[in-house]
């Protein structure tokens, strides 16, 4: 890559420690002479674990010369708890050491500004390379390449075991459970064993193990599944599951035990893939929930911050609301925006689809007209555990949601370890129940709910209260410190270069795409909309001191070998949620980097 700048890597810092290390800590000099990838990520954030699995290949083929360090860098309050990261280390099969960093000291010194972000530092300590989003195992990967090469012939590579040291297995009959169906008949539980990569049935108790379904076999032509989330019942009796990794819809019969593939290919959807087709044909992004409505299988697409639907009828699948973008805009369905829906509920009275917005810490509902409102929540940063009018009630990353037989909706409030309740005809947000331990979804089971307590993996009973819990109200903004700026016209440079061995694919026109937009919408006075350039001048409104700047860029890049007539091709994207502060001493200028170094 032509970024070959002498950048000296800052240390590595964060007062959490060191995870997957037996306890050892590390520092910058004593990984000299090995490769080292830093995967800034944050547990919350479905494109952070589309990294962890983008990149284990690469950790396989390099063990012996690279080392990738994941650094946790919060965006929730939660995510700040020691405790928490350790279960998410262990949640999402991360094999590699990470540094818990709840106070973004390393973030900081690296200057980074997206969830994911890689950063590549090559064996004497320098940084060469920074990469934000997905879709760069690839050109990472030949990075390596070529450091493996000059630094073995100039002695400055040191192969060898890393610094990985595997934590002790722990028994239990379930691992951080996902989601929960009641069958009927029989009144047992299915639970998706998200970590252990497979369904459970259990009994009425919610204990006993009745059977064990891993999607082997049985006329399953995917292989097992891989950590499933969502299920919902069929008309014709079969459970649907949302096989989140494999990115794959399946259909399980309880009856026989067959396990078949309803929707997707088993690759992740990009930009550019068809948005609709036959159900088998068409790529899917971490279904992560789904619901039977209006004849269909509505689908919570997290990856790509949108709804699909899968019509058993026609055998289609279809993307139905949301535009990919990532944020909270209400209004016709293909229209609005949508941050990782994660929770599907189909009201008592069939008239509205409930949704779970995690990143915006919301609870959102598509109506029978197919438009899209905002129940509770205002957007990407704004986070507490609040109750009253649902103006100003405050949730943290809900996962799940419930419809209730009264017509409110209770809420699986995961970050804030609470089940929540959301009551259209008053408006208001109560508290059911505290103390649960990261609840990501509940089924009704008579007069009682039944919560997947996803961290204590185990699912609790509860008997529906008459009256709400009452706590503490207290609000939270995203940790993330905002971005000084100054006012009146601001330079947004946003810095790609093609990696080694690839230049823009412009057979086509323009490679290149941003958006941008703000909330609220009047801190841009200009500079916001669509185009093809990487690089704009924003005018700032100089009525409005704060906000964030919503920024979405891609850049589509090729393989450059004249001999090769159909050479592989590669996409680049993320989106860029930055708070900004306007002030007189503020940066005129606002890089940030798709893919290189901002020289």
């Not at 090729?558 to 993320?574: G, L, M």
């Amino acid at each position: 890559m032509s970024t070959r700048a002498r950048v000296r890597a800052p240390e590595l810092i964060g007062k959490g420690g060191w995870l997957n290390t037996g306890d050892r800590q590390y520092t910058l000099s004593d990984l000299r002479g090995r490769i080292v990838i830093l995967d800034f990520w944050t547990f919350c954030c479905v494109n952070c674990l589309h990294v962890l699995d983008e990149l284990r290949e690469l950790e396989e083929k390099h063990r012996d010369t690279v080392v990738i360090i994941g650094v946790h860098s919060p965006k929730f309050v939660h995510e700040a708890e020691h405790r928490a990261v350790v279960d998410a280390v262990e949640r999402y099969g991360v094999h590699h050491p990470v540094l818990d960093d709840p106070e973004l000291a390393t973030w900081k010194q690296y200057a980074v500004r997206a969830w994911p972000t890689l950063v590549v530092i090559d064996p004497e300590g320098y940084v060469v390379a920074q990469h934000a989003g997905e879709g760069h195992a690839h050109a990472i990967g030949k990075l390596v390449e070529e450091l493996e090469a000059a630094h073995g012939a100039k002695g400055t590579l040191r192969r060898g075991d890393g610094p990985y040291v595997a934590p002790e297995p722990v028994a239990t009959d379930l691992r951080f459970p996902g989601k929960a169906l009641l069958l009927p008949g029989t009144g047992n539980l299915l639970v998706s064993d998200t970590t252990r990569h497979q369904l459970v049935e259990l009994e009425p108790d919610g204990e006993t193990v009745v059977r064990r379904i891993d999607g082997n076999g049985n006329g399953d032509s995917g292989g097992g599944f891989k950590e499933p989330q969502g299920l919902a019942l069929l008309p014709d009796g079969r459970v649907v599951i949302a096989d989140t990794v494999h990115h794959q819809l399946r259909a399980y019969d309880p009856a026989s035990g067959a396990v078949e593939v309803l929707a997707g290919t088993g690759k992740q959807w990009w930009q550019g893939s068809p948005t609709s087709g036959p159900a088998r044909e068409v790529d899917l992004s971490s279904p992560w929930d789904v619901a039977w409505w209006q004849g269909k299988v509505w689908i919570a697409m997290a990856g790509v911050h949108q709804l699909w639907t899968y019509d058993p009828g026609t055998g289609a699948v279809r993307a139905a609301a949301g535009t990919t973008n990532e944020g909270l805009v209400d209004g016709p369905a293909a229209e609005a925006w949508f941050a990782q829906p994660s929770g599907l509920a189909v009201s008592a009275d069939g008239e509205r689809l409930w949704v779970a917005d995690s990143e915006t810490s919301a609870l959102r509902y598509v109506d029978s007209d197919l438009v899209v409102h905002t129940a509770v929540g205002t957007g990407l940063f704004d986070f507490g555990h609040r109750d009253g009018a649902a103006g100003q009630a405050l949730l943290q990353h809900p996962l799940g949601v419930t419809a209730l037989p009264d017509g409110s909706v209770a809420i699986s409030d995961t970050y804030n370890h609470a089940l929540r309740r959301y009551d259209p005809a008053s408006g208001e947000v109560t508290t059911l129940a505290t103390d649960l331990r990261e609840p990501s979804d509940a089924v009704l089971v008579g007069d009682d709910i039944v919560v997947v307590e996803s961290a204590r993996h185990r699912l609790t009973r509860l008997r529906l209260p008459d009256e709400a819990v009452r706590v503490e109200a207290v609000a939270h903004r995203t940790q993330r410190a905002a971005t000084e700026v100054a006012p009146g016209k601001l330079r947004l440079d946003v810095v790609f270069q093609a990696p080694s061995g690839q230049k823009l694919d412009t057979r086509y026109g323009p490679s290149t795409r941003l958006l941008v937009s703000s909330t609220p919408p009047e801190l841009l006075a200009g500079g916001e909309g669509a185009g093809t350039g990487l690089s704009r001048e924003l005018e700032l409104n100089p009525e409005v001191t704060e906000g964030v700047l919503h920024v979405s860029a891609m850049a589509a890049s090729c393989d450059d070998d004249p001999a090769n007539e159909y050479p592989a091709c590669h996409v680049h994207q993320q989106d860029w949620g930055v708070p900004v502060r306007v002030s007189a001493e503020g940066t005129p200028r606002l890089p940030l980097v798709l893919a290189g170094l901002d020289g």
